[in-house]
C-alpha cells in the first residue's frame, strides 16, 4: 500500500536475496499485470554489478530477466535504450532554460528497484532527475535498497517523493509532498541548519518523519565479522615524505588562486574538482604508501590470508601490482584486479592528453562530471603527474567490461588468485569477495541456522580474507568498500585496516568523515561495525577535531548553536 519504501541493510547482509525474494513473490501473485507495460519492473543497479545480479534472480529466484524483471545499470537510462522510456524537453523557469526528463506514457515501469539507492543522492546528477521524474507519476511504485541512504536532508529527495507523504510538519502540513513543494518542507525539517548540511540531528528528524517508509532489516546475526580498524603509518623514504609535501603546497597554492577571484565563477567548480582530485591522486598513489601496502600484502599472504586492497584510483593499484611482481616475484595470474564494468573509454582528445602514466584518473573524473580542461584553465603541463613510471602493458589499466571484471572476481573467490585489488568506484557497491566455498568442490556442512561447522572451514581451499583502504574523503565509499570482504555467509572473520599517513592532513579527513558517518548512523540506527574506524577515543574530541580543521581551512562554514552541524563546501563531487 506504500507507493516509495527503503530497504535499509548493512554490507553483506543479503539485500539482493531480499529484493529477489520480494519480486519472486510479487509476479507469483501477477501483480506487475496491472499494467499493459511489456517491461512492469525494472532493478536498476550499478553497470558494473549487473551480471552478477541477473545470475542471482535468474539461479535462485527463477525469474525471466528478459520479460520479467529488466535488470539494468543507471547509466542505460542516460543512454539509446533510455530514449525507448524516456524524452527529453527544454522548459523555461525563472527566465532560465532548464532540461527536464519525462517518461512516456503507457509503456514505463510501474515499479523501480533502485539497488544501491544512494546514487539518486546528488541533485544536480542526471540519474537523479530521472529517478525523480518517475516519483512524480502517479500509480508507480519504488523500491530503494542500500547500508548507505542518505546523510543529509537534500540527499533523500528521490526516496521522500517516491512515498506521496503528506506532510506532517511545517506551513505545508497536511498538503501532499510535490516536487514543487520539496524546498520548503527541506527547509522546514532541517530547520535551523540547512538541507544540505550534515547535522545528525536534522537527519534523524528527517528519518523519524519518514519511519513508516523505512524497512531495517535487524537481528541478522553472522557466524563470522568484520574487525575494522585505522592505522596512522609513517613515511619510509625521503622521496615519499617530498612526494606527499610537493602535491600538498601545489594544491594549497591552486585553493589560493581560487580564493582571491582569479579563477571565473562559472570555471570554480570544475577548477575546484580539478585540483582536488589531483591532489587526492598524488596522495593515495605515494610511492611510500604502495610499499607499505605491497609489502603488508605480500606478508599475509605467505601467512596463508587472501589480501584484498581497494583503492580509489587506477595508478595506485598499478603502483601495487607493480611492486609485487618486481620486489616479491608475484605473477600477475596470482592477483586478481576489478576496476571496470561500468567505465567508458577515454576520448580521443583525452588519450592525447594522457602523456603521463596517471593522468587517465584525472581525465576520467573530470568527464564524468563534465568538465572540460579548456574551460576551467588548466594546461597540460597542470594534469600531468611529476614522475615517469613504467608501466608493463599488462599494468596499464584501459578498460575492463563487465565479463573480464566477473572473471576477475570469480577466480578471487574460488582462491585460484590469492591477491585482490579493487577500485572503489567499479567496486565500491554490489561486490562479494569474501572467504566462502561457493565456488570451491568441497562444501562445508551447514547447521539449520545456516552457519558452516566450523570443523569443516579448514577444508575449503579458499583463505580468510584482509583488507587494506585509503583515505577517503566519502563515508559513504568508506562504508561500501569495507562491505566487500565481510558477507553474511563468510567463513572467517575479516581483518580490515584504514591507512593514514601521520602529521598530514589525512588524520584530519578521518575526522571529517567521522562526523558524516554520524549523520549516516542516524539513518541506519543500527549499532555497525564500520563505526569502530572513529580515530578520536570519544565523540566530543572528533568533532571537535573535525569542525577546528575544517574552520581552519575556510572550506566550511559551521554554527556551533547546531548539534554536529558541518557545512562542506568540498562534497563529494566524485560521486556524481
Known amino acids: 500500500m506504500k507507493h516509495g519504501q527503503y530497504l535499509i541493510a548493512k554490507p553483506g547482509d543479503g539485500k539482493t536475496w531480499i529484493i529477489g525474494a520480494t519480486l519472486r513473490r510479487l509476479i507469483d501473485a501477477k501483480w506487475h499485470k496491472q499494467t499493459i507495460s511489456p517491461w512492469p519492473i525494472f532493478l536498476i543497479t550499478k553497470a558494473s554489478v549487473v551480471l552478477q545480479t541477473k545470475e542471482v534472480m535468474e539461479n535462485c529466484f527463477n525469474i525471466d530477466t528478459t520479460f520479467e524483471v529488466n535488470i539494468i545499470g543507471i547509466d542505460q537510462l542516460r543512454s539509446r535504450f533510455g530514449e525507448l522510456f524516456l524524452t527529453e524537453e527544454t522548459v523555461v523557469e525563472g527566465g532560465m532554460e532548464k532540461l527536464m526528463w519525462k517518461w512516456k506514457p503507457i509503456i514505463h515501469p510501474i515499479l523501480l528497484v533502485i539497488d544501491e539507492g544512494h546514487i539518486a543522492k546528488n541533485e544536480g546528477s542526471t540519474q537523479h532527475k530521472i529517478l525523480v521524474s518517475f516519483c512524480n507519476l502517479p500509480n508507480v511504485y519504488v523500491i530503494w535498497s542500500s547500508a548507505t541512504p542518505f546523510t543529509r536532508v537534500c540527499e533523500a529527495k528521490a526516496f521522500c517523493l517516491s512515498t506521496k507523504l503528506t506532510i506532517p510538519i511545517g506551513v505545508l502540513k497536511g498538503r501532499p509532498l510535490t516536487e514543487k513543494n520539496w524546498d520548503q518542507f527541506a527547509n522546514d525539517v532541517a530547520f535551523p541548519s540547512k538541507p544540505d548540511d550534515y547535522n545528525a540531528t536534522a537527519v534523524d528528524r528527517l528519518t523519524t518523519l519518514l519511519d513508516d517508509y523505512i524497512v531495517r532489516v535487524k537481528g541478522v546475526k553472522w557466524q563470522f565479522n568484520p574487525i575494522n580498524d585505522y592505522e596512522l603509518i609513517d613515511f619510509i623514504t625521503k622521496e615519499g615524505r617530498e612526494f606527499y609535501k610537493t602535491a600538498e603546497e601545489r594544491y594549497f597554492r591552486r585553493m589560493a588562486k581560487l580564493k582571491a577571484g582569479d579563477i571565473p565563477v562559472s570555471a570554480s567548480k570544475g577548477y575546484l574538482l580539478a585540483i582536488m582530485t589531483q591532489y587526492n591522486i598524488a596522495a593515495e598513489s605515494n610511492p611510500d604508501r ?39 616475484k608475484v605473477k600477475r595470474s596470482e592477483i586478481s584486479v576489478i576496476w571496470g564494468g561500468s567505465q567508458v573509454k577515454l576520448t580521443k582528445k583525452q588519450e592525447a592528453k594522457k602523456s603521463l602514466s596517471g593522468n587517465d584518473d584525472l ?5 564524468d562530471a563534465g568538465v572540460k580542461l579548456e574551460d576551467i584553465g588548466l594546461s597540460d603541463d597542470d594534469v600531468t603527474v611529476k614522475e615517469q613510471i613504467e608501466f608493463a602493458d599488462e599494468l596499464k589499466l584501459g578498460t575492463q567490461d563487465a565479463k573480464q571484471r566477473e572473471l576477475e572476481r570469480k577466480n578471487f573467490l574460488s582462491g585460484k588468485t590469492k591477491y585482490c585489488l579493487f577500485s572503489t568506484k567499479a567496486g565500491g557497491v554490489g561486490l562479494s569477495l569474501h572467504h566462502t566455498d ?17 570443523e569443516d572451514i579448514p577444508l575449503v581451499s579458499t583463505r580468510p580474507r584482509c583488507l587494506y583502504g585509503p583515505p577517503c574523503y566519502s563515508a559513504i565509499d568508506v562504508v561500501q568498500f569495507l562491505g566487500r570482504c565481510g558477507r553474511l555467509t563468510s567463513l572467517s572473520n575479516t581483518r580490515q585496516t584504514l591507512m593514514f599517513f601521520r602529521g598530514t592532513i589525512e588524520e584530519k579527513v578521518a575526522a571529517i568523515y567521522s562526523v558524516k558517518l554520524k549523520c549516516l548512523s542516524r539513518v541506519v540506527r543500527n549499532r555497525e561495525s564500520w563505526e569502530d574506524v572513529i580515530l578520536c577515543s570519544n565523540e566530543e574530541d572528533r568533532e571537535a577535531a573535525a569542525m577546528k580543521y575544517l574552520q581552519d581551512t575556510g572550506n566550511v562554514a559551521v554554527d556551533t548553536d547546531e548539534d554536529s552541524q558541518i557545512t562542506d563546501t568540498e562534497s563529494d563531487e566524485d560521486d556524481e
Open 290 to 328: 604502495a610499499k607499505i601496502i605491497a609489502q603488508r600484502m605480500y606478508h599475509d599472504a605467505q601467512e596463508g590470508y587472501a589480501p584484498v586492497c581497494a583503492m580509489k584510483y587506477k595508478i595506485s593499484i598499478s603502483r601495487i601490482i607493480k611492486i609485487l611482481m618486481d620486489e616479491y
Open 438 to 454: 561457493e565456488l570451491t568442490e568441497f562444501k562445508c556442512r551447514r547447521k539449520p541456522s545456516g552457519y558452516a561447522y566450523e
Open 363 to 367: 581525465l576520467q573524473a573530470l568527464s
